[in-house]
């Protein structure tokens, strides 16, 4: 059964830093392209960061130069470093991995960030 689970959330002041976890079983995340996504209240879900397989990322410009996406293949488990917040990155933020067959979620982990 594979289950991602993510961590790390929490309420901290604007310019703060948070570190986000997402660990998985069931699937061995070093093979998957896995990303982190985000969905405010009344607004859709967005991709935030995603970390290749062949070792590549990606940002959403949002975020560029203030997350970093990484992945510690002996723990399987894949981290969002979170720096300089604002209130506008409060959100719940979600890790997924895709594979040839389906999409996995976690549950989600709030993130609140005071002005």
């Known amino acids: 059964q594979v289950q991602l689970v993510e961590s790390g959330g929490g309420l901290v002041q604007a310019g703060g830093s948070l570190r986000l976890s997402c660990a998985a079983s069931?699937?061995?995340?070093?093979?998957?392209?896995v990303g982190w996504y985000r969905q405010a209240p009344g607004k859709e879900r967005e991709l935030v960061a995603v970390?290749?397989?062949?070792?590549?990322?990606n940002y959403a410009d949002s975020v560029k130069g203030r997350f970093a996406i990484s992945r510690d293949s002996a723990k399987n488990t894949v981290y969002l470093q979170m720096n300089t917040l604002s209130p506008e990155d409060t959100a719940v933020y979600y890790c997924?991995?895709?594979?040839?067959?389906?999409?996995?979620w976690g549950q989600g982990t709030q993130v609140t960030v005071s002005s």
């Open positions: 970390g290749r397989s062949g070792g590549g990322t």
């Open positions: 069931g699937i061995v995340f070093s093979i998957l392209d």
């Open positions: 997924q991995a895709k594979t040839a067959w389906r999409d996995y």
